[in-house]
C-alpha cells in the first residue's frame, strides 16, 4: 500500500515562504502525477500544483507563487510556496494516481488513489 507522508507546514506571516515535502513510500503509484491539493474550512478541497507527467500544471489562485518539483532519490514531491497570503492558510494534502492522468483530470481529486495525512498551512496578515 502507497504511504504519503507531508511535512513542512507551519504559520508565517504574509508575503512568507514555506516549503512543504511529500515522501512516498511503499506499493506502486505513478511518480509523474502526483499532486497537491489543499482545502481551508468549510471549502472544497481544491487542487494546487501537479507534476502534470513532467509539465507542471498550477491553479490559476497559485501561478507565478508555487512551485512543485521531484527528487527522484528521495522520492520526495516537494511544493516551494512564495508570497503566502491568508487565503493560503488550508491543509495541505500530497496524492498520488496509480496510472496516468489525462490533462482535464490533474487537478480532480477523485483521479488520485492515495493520500497522505495532510499538513496545515497558516498564513497571518
Known amino acids: 500500500q502507497v504511504q504519503l507522508v507531508e511535512s513542512g507546514g507551519g504559520s508565517v506571516q504574509a508575503g512568507g515562504s514555506l516549503r512543504l515535502s511529500c515522501t512516498a513510500s511503499g506499493g506502486t503509484y505513478n511518480r509523474n502525477y502526483m499532486t497537491w491539493f489543499r482545502q481551508a474550512p468549510g471549502k472544497e478541497r481544491e487542487g494546487v500544483a501537479c507534476?502534470?507527467?513532467?509539465?507542471?500544471l498550477y491553479s490559476d489562485s497559485v501561478k507565478g507563487r508555487f512551485t512543485i518539483s521531484r527528487d527522484n532519490a528521495e522520492n520526495t514531491v516537494a511544493l516551494q510556496m512564495n508570497s503566502l497570503k491568508p487565503e493560503d492558510t488550508a491543509m495541505y494534502y500530497c496524492?498520488?494516481?496509480?496510472?496516468?492522468?489525462?490533462?482535464?483530470?490533474?487537478?480532480?481529486?477523485?483521479?488520485?488513489?492515495?493520500w497522505g495525512q495532510g499538513t496545515q498551512v497558516t498564513v497571518s496578515s
Open positions: 496524492a498520488a494516481s496509480r496510472y496516468g492522468l489525462a490533462s482535464g483530470q490533474l487537478l480532480r481529486e477523485y483521479a488520485y488513489a492515495y
Open positions: 507534476l502534470g507527467g513532467g509539465i507542471p
